[in-house]
């Protein structure tokens, strides 16, 4: 009898030391989850689609948010336009290797405006329709199509991995995502002072969930729940949700993504059309890095602004030498010129009615 029971007490210890060696209930190690989840993000593009995000803020949030936002306002003497609890963004989205955009898709009833397109060292961002900045690769929103699979803020999960190093295994037990993610494998990793835990299918590899911690508060949860998948094995989630906690017991935002339609491109052309993005004309841009400013006279492809092939004009120029400026290098100049014109017209006509009232005199 005392050996059995010695027995079933070592069987459990066994037991026990495996699953901590593991770190994951998917039988895999977090180092070889992690190996197998890198390989798979790093070949997940290009993809590209037509997504709608609706955004909810948690009521009790948003009005202490609210206030203090009107405050901080009238101590700066500014105005304020609040943004809606409830938003909805309706928008293609697409993304390679080197490059992310996203538009929003017209007259299909969405409250908020979104645009920009990166590359790696830039970024071009809309604030409205007619107006963008120019300014060094960066987090370009908060929450877009590709923060429920490919990125996470202004990198992809593939360059924050090759980064980051591996979190104790052990700690895995003591966050709740695993409640969430049962049966999956996972890991966690450390990056910047930001630790990240993703939780992928044991089978396939695809990413299921992913958290985001800052000194062990809970940030953000992803939670994917359905997918699109090609043939070559690019996936990307056809609907999943967002929870943003902030360091809070309870969400202050969720965030559902739903996918009208998702699309992998398996040829240059098809991937050069996902990726082509014009921006109207009429539109004035501003270099922030560089203090300069361009006004596109006719529609532009946003590559080529990033490439530095539209003509801008120095922010800090006072003067404005019409032999030397083409005035075609911005809006502006033109209707500088075209004031002037107008103004010799109109000394012309004084001076023609002048000469002709002493005549008939």
């Not at 059995?4 to 007490?9: D, G, L």
């Not at 070889?32 to 009521?59: M, Q, R, W, Y």
């Not at 450390?190 to 044991?202: D, K, L, P, Q």
């Not at 922010?315 to 502006?332: K, N, R």
Request: hydrophobic share 40%; net charge neutral.
């Amino acid at each position: 009898m005392e050996r059995r029971k010695y027995a079933y007490e070592l069987m459990l210890v066994v037991l026990l030391a495996q699953l901590a060696a593991t770190g994951s209930a998917g039988g895999e190690t977090a180092a070889e989850a992690k190996a197998a989840f890198l390989e798979h993000i790093e070949s997940n593009a290009p993809v590209c689609g037509d997504f709608v995000l609706v955004g909810k803020t948690d009521e009790e949030f948003a009005a202490r948010r609210a206030v203090q936002i009107r405050e901080d306002a009238e101590r700066r003497g500014l105005k304020v336009k609040l943004q809606p609890k409830e938003t909805r963004l309706h928008c293609r989205w697409a993304t390679d290797a080197a490059i992310e955009l996203l538009e929003p898709t017209e007259g299909v009833g969405g409250n908020i405006w979104r645009a920009f397109y990166k590359s790696r060292e830039s970024l071009l961002d809309g604030n409205n329709r007619m107006n963008y900045n120019l300014m060094d690769a960066r987090d370009p929103s908060p929450v877009r199509p590709g923060s429920f699979y490919n990125y996470f803020g202004p990198q992809s999960w593939g360059e924050l991995l090759r980064v980051g190093r591996l979190v104790d295994e052990g700690k895995l037990g003591s966050l709740r995502g695993p409640e969430y993610f049962k049966g999956a494998s996972a890991f966690g990793f450390v990056s910047s002072g930001n630790e990240f835990y993703v939780y992928t299918a044991v089978e396939s590899g695809w990413m299921v969930g992913a958290e985001w911690y800052i000194r062990d508060k809970l940030m953000r949860r992803l939670k994917i729940d359905s997918y699109e998948a090609s043939d070559d094995g690019r996936v990307f989630p056809k609907s999943a949700v967002i929870d943003i906690y902030g360091g809070q017991l309870n969400p202050i935002r969720t965030i559902q993504l739903e996918a009208r339609n998702v699309r992998f491109p398996s040829t240059k052309g098809e991937t050069d059309a996902c990726l082509r993005m014009v921006i109207p004309a009429g539109s004035e841009i501003f270099d922030t890095a560089l203090k300069r400013k361009a006004s596109l006279l006719v529609p532009t492809e946003a590559r080529s602004i990033l490439e530095d092939k539209v003509p801008f004009l120095d922010l800090d120029s006072v003067t404005f030498d019409p032999l030397t400026t083409d005035a075609s290098s911005g809006l502006w100049l033109r209707r500088f010129v075209l004031g002037i014109n107008l103004i010799l017209v109109m000394v012309l006509a004084v001076f023609w009615l002048t000469r002709k009232r002493t005549i008939d005199s």
